[in-house]
């Protein structure tokens, strides 16, 4: 038991979760959040609420943010805008195949090694940046470090909208990246199409994980779609599943006609209980 408020760097970027410790802070207030790189400024989107799992774990709010807080977080703003539009004319003139998705920038702070700017870019394959992080460097007056993202951790960073309307997943709230197989689409009766099934990053989509132990689960004792079963109306054949519904589709011998029943009224270990205790 124990209090948390999740801040946010960006305006609707990725939620993070901190215990308020012994500040109060309410929506909209700025806040420190500790980071490898010294506190930084965050927005407070949901205030401190009292929450039933543990909290100890979570990192703390450093404070309340101050005028020379403020004054800070801007200045770190403008150095990494001036970074990324020198990065991307920078390219250009090097011609080379890379795309900027994200620039960090430290501020020269003690034991920080003098301020640091951090280039986060996609590309189709290996690239050799040394000349062009030379010419940051000169640039930038400062050290620049240049690293290459996956496409999925891409979509983590910029963000944006899922097909389905909301933010994404990977953006707001997912920590790690499980697998996601083509199987999972078929187990789930989904359209094989690459537009259909495939999220911003051009992946697979990370939410086919979400409800595939649901698919698998029901798979394992639903009678399968052709096969000939008993229903309490009467004999039929399988042509479909419902899922959602935990039903599958029967069409009757009798008239031809179809119903759904409920996967427990026709799977063969509980019709042979009721036929044993009834």
């Not at 012994?22 to 930084?40: H, K």
Request: hydrophobic share 35%.
């Amino acid at each position: 038991m124990g209090m948390l408020c999740a801040v946010s760097f960006n305006r609707y970027g990725r939620l993070y979760y901190l215990d308020p410790g012994e500040f109060a802070p309410q929506v909209g207030d700025r806040v420190l959040v500790p980071t490898d790189d010294g506190p930084e400024v965050a927005e407070c989107v949901w205030a401190a609420q009292w929450v039933d799992e543990d909290t100890a774990a979570f990192p703390k709010v450093a404070g309340l943010a101050v005028d020379d807080d403020l004054r800070r977080d801007e200045l770190l703003r403008k150095r990494k805008a001036e970074a990324k539009v020198a990065a991307k004319k920078l390219i250009k003139a090097h011609e080379l195949p890379m795309k900027v998705v994200a620039v960090d920038h430290v501020l020269d702070q003690a034991g920080s090694g003098g301020p640091r700017t951090t280039i986060y870019f996609t590309a189709p394959h290996r690239v050799d940046f040394r000349s062009l992080v030379r010419d940051l460097g000169a640039t930038l007056h400062c050290r620049v470090e240049l690293r290459q993202l996956s496409a999925r951790d891409s979509a983590r960073v910029q963000g944006g909208i899922g097909s389905c309307g909301r933010d994404l997943c990977c953006a707001t709230f997912l920590t790690d990246f499980e697998p996601v197989t083509i199987r999972m689409a078929k187990d789930q009766d989904l359209p094989l199409n690459p537009l259909r099934i495939s999220g911003a990053c051009g992946r697979l989509m990370c939410c086919l994980k979400y409800e595939h132990p649901l698919y698998q689960a029901f798979q394992a004792s639903a009678p399968a779609v052709g096969s000939r079963i008993k229903t309490p109306t009467g004999d039929g054949r399988v042509v479909a599943h419902s899922v959602p519904r935990d039903e599958v589709v029967v069409r009757m011998d009798a008239d031809g006609s179809r119903c759904s029943c409920s996967r427990a009224s026709v799977c063969g270990p509980r019709q042979s209980h009721e036929e044993r205790y009834s």
